[in-house]
Structures are given as structure tokens and as C-alpha cells.
């Protein structure tokens, strides 16, 4: 076995753990945030989804703002929390647009054993 196929832990909700948060004032202001540990057992120098803007929390004070949680490479390749602001920006309700950011997670995946993924969506 290699040092590689070691360092193979099995991905589920145990051992990630972003927190996002989206929070609107009084006067209709949005704000959100996002921390994250990353995976587990992470490659050195791997930079997730939470620290990227667009990907791990995007925010529009015209629109509503959207956070992300789950596997960051997948939620990357989709601009995922932009991409539900902007399927808010086009009508849809958070709960739709965050479920239509899932869908597209999965059709870009042949293999989806392990993978998780998840959105917060609010306007
Ligand atoms: N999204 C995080 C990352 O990919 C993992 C997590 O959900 O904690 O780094």
C-alpha cells in the first residue's frame, strides 16, 4: 500500500465542517460568512471552496446571498453560491435555486459515491 492509498478517508458529515451563515438587518441588508477546517486529511496547500468567493459564500444585496458546504472542488467547478444568486436573480426561490445548483453538481459527476454537497440560499 502507498503513503497515497493511506490517506483515503471516507468523506461523509463527520469529518467536514463549514459554517455558513447569511443574515439580513433591518432595512433589508444582506451579509453572509463562511468558515471551514476543510476535509480531513486534506492534501497539503489544498484550498477549498470556503475562502473563494463565488464558490463558498457569494453575496448580492440586490438579490439574496448563498453559502456552500460539502466536497469544495465540486461546488468550485460551479461557481456554486453564485450560481444560485444567479438562479435567484432569474426567479427562482432559494429552496429551487439551491436545488438546481445541487442537479448540476451531480450531472457534472459520473460517480457521486462520496460525494456530499450542500447550499444555504436567502434573499
Ligand atoms: N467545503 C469545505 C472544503 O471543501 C469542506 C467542508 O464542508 O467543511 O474545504
Request: glycine share 14%.
Amino acid at each position: 500500500m502507498s503513503t497515497n492509498d493511506q490517506k483515503k478517508p471516507q468523506i461523509n458529515s463527520e469529518n467536514h465542517d463549514t459554517i455558513g451563515l447569511l443574515a439580513i438587518d433591518n432595512k433589508g441588508n444582506i451579509s453572509g460568512a463562511c468558515t471551514t477546517s476543510g476535509w480531513a486529511y486534506k492534501l497539503h496547500g489544498r484550498v477549498g471552496d470556503s475562502p473563494i468567493i463565488g464558490a463558498g459564500l457569494y453575496v448580492d444585496n440586490e438579490i439574496g446571498g448563498a453559502c456552500a458546504t460539502g466536497l469544495g472542488e465540486a461546488v468550485i467547478r460551479i461557481c456554486g453560491s453564485h450560481t444560485v444568486v444567479e438562479l435567484m436573480r432569474q426567479g427562482h426561490s432559494p429552496n429551487i435555486a439551491c436545488k438546481l445548483a445541487v442537479e448540476r453538481i451531480i450531472k457534472s459527476h459520473e460517480n457521486l459515491e462520496g460525494l456530499q454537497v450542500g447550499f444555504i440560499g436567502s434573499k
